[in-house]
C-alpha cells in the first residue's frame, strides 16, 4: 500500500512543472510563515509588526515572481532593495509611535523573501528546515526568554571551556605514543578526558535547564551519568540532614548506580567494540537488575513520592580544567600502573589490580584498558572492569552506610548488597565457566 501511494505521489509530480511546485511550496509555506507572526504578535500589539499572514504571503509571491522573470536577477535584486527600503521605513515608524526597537519581524520577512532563492539553488530538505526552524523560534519566543533568565554569568564561560576542551586542544594533539613500550597518546588522553566531559556536561545541563527542580529521584539518576560515587555523597549526606529520613534516598542511590552502568557502556561502545559487544549483555542484566532494585524500593515508599522535592545542592561546573587536569594525570598513572603489573604479574595482578582502584575514580583506569592494546584476552579485560564495577559499589555503599542516617542503613545494605552479589553472579556465569 504504502509503495503504490509513493509510486501515484512521484507520478504526479513527474507530471507537474517544476515551477509550480516550487511556487506551490513557497506560496504555502510564506502564508505559514505570516500565521504564525499572526500568532506572536496580538491586536493589541498588531502594529508591531509590518504585517502577517497576507502580507507575507504576498513577499513571496512577489520574490518568486522576480526571481523567475529575470534570470540575471537584476529585477530580483531590485526588489530586494524596494523592500528593505520599506521595512527601514516601517522600523523607523515603529520606534516613533510605538516606542519599540525589536527586528524580528523585518528579519523573517526577508527570510520569507528569500525562500524562492533556496527552493530552487538547494535541496528541499534544507528549505523545509529553514521554515520549520523559523517556525519554531517564532513559537519558542516566551520560552527562550524564560530559559536565558536560568543563565548565569557562568555558563558562557563554561560552554567556552567546553569548546576549548574538544575543540580547540584535541585536534592540535599529537597521536604518537609516549614511549615505545606503552601505546598511549596524548591525543588518546585527551580524547578520554573529551568524552567524559561531554557526558558530565550534558548530565549538568538536563539538571540545571530541565529538572533545576528536581527531586530526590532525578538527581540520583542526572548524578548517576555524571559521577554515582558523588551522587551517592550527595544523597546520603542531604538524608542525614533530615529529621525524619526516607527511604527513597537508597532508592536514589541505587538509580545512580545504574546510570554508572549505562555510562560505562557508552564508553565502551565508544572506545572498544569488541570489549563492547563481549560485555553487553553482563551491562544489559546489571542495569535490569540495579534499576529493578530502584524501582521496588520505590513502590515500597510511594507515599514519599508526594513531598519528593528537596533541596539538593547544584552540582559544581564539571567543566573544570583542574579536574581535566587531574584526569590526564590519573589516566596516564593507571596507564603505566597497568603496564608494569602485567609485566610482573601477569593477569592475575590486572584482577587484583582492578578491584582495588575501584575505591579511586574507576573513569580513568577503565578508559586506560578501553584503550590500551595491552596482549591480554577479552575475557581478562572483561573481569577487570567488572570487579573495578563491584569496588565501586561497595566503596558507595561504605560512603552510605558512614554519611547515611541510621535508619537508613538496613535498606542500603540490602539494595547494594543485592547490586553487588548480582554483579559477582554475572561476572562469574560469563567469565569464570
Known amino acids: 500500500m504504502l509503495h503504490q501511494i509513493n509510486l501515484f505521489v512521484d507520478t504526479i509530480t513527474d507530471k507537474l512543472p517544476a515551477e509550480l511546485i516550487d511556487f506551490a511550496l513557497v506560496t504555502i509555506f510564506s502564508l505559514i510563515i505570516g500565521l504564525s507572526q499572526r500568532k506572536l504578535y496580538k491586536e493589541k500589539e498588531h502594529n508591531a509588526t509590518f504585517g502577517t499572514d497576507r502580507t507575507f504571503t504576498f513577499v513571496g509571491i512577489l520574490s518568486f515572481i522576480l526571481y523567475q522573470a529575470d534570470s540575471s536577477l537584476v529585477l530580483y535584486m531590485g526588489g530586494g532593495l524596494i523592500f528593505g527600503a520599506l521595512l527601514v521605513v516601517n522600523y523607523f515608524h515603529k520606534i516613533n509611535k510605538i516606542g519599540t526597537f525589536g527586528t524580528t519581524s523585518i528579519i523573517i520577512g526577508l527570510i520569507t523573501y528569500s525562500l524562492p532563492v533556496l527552493i530552487d539553488t538547494q535541496p528541499l530538505w534544507l528549505f523545509l528546515l529553514v521554515v520549520v526552524i523559523i517556525l519554531i523560534l517564532t513559537e519558542l519566543k516566551s520560552t527562550l526568554f524564560k530559559f536565558s533568565n536560568r543563565f548565569n554569568e557562568d555558563e558562557f564561560l563554561t560552554l567556552g571551556k567546553f569548546i576549548i576542551i574538544a575543540g580547540v586542544i584535541l585536534p592540535v594533539l599529537p597521536n604518537e605514543p609516549m614511549v615505545d613500550f606503552v601505546e598511549v597518546t596524548p591525543y588518546k ?147 603505566f600502573v597497568t603496564y608494569y603489573t602485567l609485566e610482573y604479574f601477569g593477569t592475575s595482578g590486572l584482577k587484583v589490580l582492578s578491584f582495588v582502584v575501584g575505591v579511586t575514580d574507576i573513569d580513568p583506569f577503565l578508559l586506560n584498558l578501553f584503550q590500551g592494546t595491552y596482549d591480554v584476552a577479552l575475557r581478562v579485560l572483561a573481569i577487570a572492569t567488572l570487579q573495578a564495577i563491584i569496588s565501586n559499589n561497595i566503596l558507595k555503599m561504605g560512603y552510605g552506610l558512614w554519611l547515611t542516617h541510621k535508619k537508613l542503613r538496613k535498606s542500603l545494605v540490602i539494595s547494594f548488597g543485592s547490586l553487588i552479589v548480582a554483579n559477582i553472579v554475572v561476572t562469574l556465569v560469563f567469565y569464570a565457566f
Do not use: C
Open 189 to 335: 588522553i585527551w580524547l578520554a578526558v573529551v568524552v567524559i566531559s561531554s557526558i558530565s556536561y550534558f548530565s549538568y545541563l538536563v539538571r540545571k535547564f530541565l529538572f533545576h527542580n528536581s527531586g530526590v529521584l532525578i538527581t540520583g539518576i542526572l548524578g548517576g551519568l555524571y559521577s554515582s560515587t558523588a551522587a551517592t555523597f550527595v544523597l546520603a549526606r542531604k538524608s542525614k540532614s533530615e529529621e525524619e529520613p526516607r527511604k527513597i534516598y537508597a532508592a536514589a542511590m541505587i538509580l545512580a548506580s545504574a546510570m554508572m552502568y549505562v555510562r560505562i557502556l557508552i564508553l565502551l561502545y565508544i572506545f572498544n567494540k569488541a570489549l563492547f559487544s563481549s560485555l553487553l549483555w553482563p551491562f544489559v542484566i546489571l542495569i535490569a537488575v540495579s534499576l529493578g532494585i530502584g524501582v521496588v524500593m520505590v513502590l515500597m515508599n510511594k507515599e514519599e513520592l508526594k513531598d519528593n522535592k528537596v533541596a539538593i545542592e547544584q552540582e559544581n561546573n564539571p567543566l573544570e580544567f583542574k579536574v581535566a587536569i587531574l584526569f590526564t594525570l590519573l589516566y596516564v598513572f593507571f596507564t
